[in-house]
């Protein structure tokens, strides 16, 4: 999912290129988009530096995605202020267009957390167009704390590895910035990790009932849990294809279909962000052979927390699996 984005800088103004996502932005369909201008004027250099400095102000921070967002708060409690990019689990996360708020906070963050591996490259661009924050800012990126690269799947946080080293980075960070509640951090951290444990229980209990089960997928959002349950994950060539936008060869289409209307499989998983038409014929192939579907999201749905909406999905997967 490479950028599609250009900045400049100009004496006194900050031009930033419209910055779409979409699903031909893939790694196979890259291409560079016509500039426009986003804003004008932004805050002066020093206010960056210098806003979470005054006495009883929170630490700014923005999170390319708003499950690590969630994971930050967790962690800086009421000491951060945390602005999260991608959070509307209704929409196609593919589909993103920047604007002048997004350009200013990052220009005023002192820490940034984004996922990686190709996921969010519009970030570096944005980030490389608003300076360094005058020089107190602290990136963090998953992919680069669980060793992924362009290439890999990019939905690192159904690893079960990834958000534990978020936030460890995320705790570090903030104590570097914010010593005086260094203290606070650290117990937060040691909380999260704490409350990680009933996730990795199910995990392990998944694993223990349904290790080598075949399911199949749309597109290999919800990779990383499959394989951390043990799951026999099948058609993986047609997932790449949804993934990157490109055509899935009629062998794939057909070795899916037969899967379903054979009952190969045990579940269908499904990402509900971008049920485009063959995903959506898929699924209708899945109910009139009476396979389970299972619906994930790329976007952590509102009012709940990173770690109740990972139990959520276990659960709904553990329903699903246990269908005759």
């Not at 800088?9 to 419209?18: I, K, N, S, T």
């Not at 209704?90 to 984004?114: G, I, M, N, W």
């Not at 951290?189 to 990795?200: M, Q, V």
Request: aromatic share 6%; proline share 6%.
């Amino acid at each position: 999912m490479p950028a599609i984005t250009r900045a400049a800088r100009l004496p006194g103004r900050l031009v930033l290129a419209a910055i779409t996502l979409k699903r031909a932005a893939r790694p196979a369909m890259a291409a560079w988009l016509a500039l426009g201008a986003l804003a004008g004027a932004l805050l002066g250099p020093c206010a960056a530096a210098h806003a979470a400095d005054a006495p009883g102000a929170t630490l700014p921070v923005v999170a390319a995605e708003n499950f690590y967002g969630d994971v930050v708060k967790q962690i800086g409690g009421a000491y951060v202020s945390v602005t999260s990019i991608l959070s509307n689990p209704d929409q196609d996360p593919h589909l993103f267009e920047a604007s002048p708020k997004t350009a200013r906070a990052l220009q005023h963050a002192r820490l940034v957390v984004y996922n990686g591996a190709d996921y969010d490259p519009w970030m570096t661009k944005l980030l490389s167009a608003t300076g360094s924050g005058g020089g107190q800012r602290t990136i963090v990126v998953a992919a680069d704390l669980v060793g992924k690269k362009a290439g890999d799947n990019p939905h690192l946080w159904y690893d079960p590895r990834t958000m534990p080293a978020v936030a460890r980075a995320v705790s570090a960070a903030l104590g570097t910035a914010d010593p005086a509640h260094k203290s606070v951090y650290d117990a937060n951290l040691a909380a999260f990790l704490g409350s990680l444990k009933p996730i990795d229980d199910k995990i392990a209990a998944l694993r223990a009932q349904y290790k080598g089960q075949p399911v199949t997928a749309t597109e290999p959002v919800f990779g990383y849990m499959s394989d951390a349950i043990g799951l026999d994950m099948r058609n993986l060539r047609f997932q790449m294809a949804t993934m990157n936008d490109t055509e899935a060869s009629a062998s794939d289409i057909a070795a899916f279909e037969r899967d379903l209307r054979e009952r190969r499989v045990r579940v269908l998983i499904y990402n509900s962000q971008a049920t485009e038409a063959l995903t959506r014929r898929m699924l209708g192939i899945a109910q009139q052979s009476k396979v389970p579907a299972l619906s994930v999201t790329e976007t952590q749905p509102a009012g709940v927390s990173f770690q109740q909406w990972m139990l959520g999905q276990l659960d709904a997967l553990a329903k699903a699996l246990a269908q005759k």
